[in-house]
């Protein structure tokens, strides 16, 4: 199982990137897909989910009403918008598979992870 992130950069605070998360190796619609972050010195933290069909979405309530997760199964692919950056968003950014629906939130119900990719937002 692959899981390839890719998408990130280096943004000005208010700005917009959209990450993408490229799946191979499982069948993709049948897997919960999520996004973490880590910053520096900071522990793993919950992004975003998307269940099966793209039926249920769920924010960290630090990211709601700026970023939106989704998915193109026809492509296995989901993807991350992110708008209205801040420098507090400045991290390295996960995508993770998990097969059953758990506690989406947390990270240890992930069965598979992605590289990272690194986002800056700079003030």
């Known amino acids: 199982v692959q899981l390839q992130a890719s998408g990130g950069g280096l943004v000005q605070a208010g700005g917009s990137l959209r990450l993408s998360c490229a799946a191979s190796?499982?069948?993709?619609?049948?897997?919960?897909m999520g996004w973490f972050r880590q910053a520096p010195g900071k522990e793993r933290e919950f992004v975003a989910a998307?269940?099966?069909?793209?039926?249920?979405?769920y924010y960290a309530d630090s990211v709601k009403g700026r970023f939106t997760i989704s998915r193109d199964n026809a492509k296995n692919t989901v993807y991350l918008q992110m708008n209205s950056l801040k420098p507090e968003d400045t991290a390295v950014y996960y995508c993770?598979?998990?097969?059953?629906?758990?506690?989406?939130?947390?990270?240890?119900?992930?069965?598979?992870w992605g590289q990272g990719t690194q986002v800056t937002v700079s003030s």
């Open positions: 190796g499982l069948t993709f619609g049948y897997y919960v």
């Open positions: 998307i269940t099966w069909n793209g039926g249920n979405t």
């Open positions: 993770a598979a998990m097969r059953k629906l758990n506690y989406y939130s947390d990270y240890a119900s992930y069965d598979y």
